[in-house]
């Protein structure tokens, strides 16, 4: 069964930059895509980006080309580098295995997910 673990959150200030990580471990990382979501206080949780085993990339619009998700398959690790971060980011961000594009709409999560890291952005 695979398990995944977040890591990197904390708060920064509205501007700043922060890179989360997230490890997996078991069997079938390099194999499957990855994803990053995100869920704020009172809200649903949110599709942020996606990377395929191919390496091909897909993002929020919302986000405004802020974030870069990039993957280690050596490592079993998938990044998501945030830059000019502001209020309105602030949530529990969340990795996930196996996540689906769609031609339309936001993708379709996988079955497995990290239990999260909290990034804060305020002054």
């Known amino acids: 069964q695979v398990q995944l673990v977040e890591s990197g959150g904390g708060l920064v200030q509205p501007g700043g930059s922060l890179r989360l990580s997230c490890a997996a471990s078991g069997r079938g990382f390099s194999a499957n895509a990855m994803g990053w979501y995100r869920q704020a206080p009172g809200k649903q949780r949110e599709f942020v980006a996606l990377?395929?085993?191919?390496?091909?990339?897909n993002y929020a619009g919302s986000l405004k080309g802020r974030f870069t998700i990039s993957r280690d398959n050596a490592k079993n690790t998938v990044y998501l580098q945030m830059h000019s971060l502001k209020p309105e980011d602030t949530a529990v961000y969340y990795c996930n295995l196996g996540i689906r594009s769609r031609w339309y709409g936001a993708p379709d999560p996988g079955n497995y997910w990290g239990q999260g890291t909290q990034v804060t952005v305020s002054s």
């Open positions: 990377i395929t085993s191919g390496g091909s990339t």
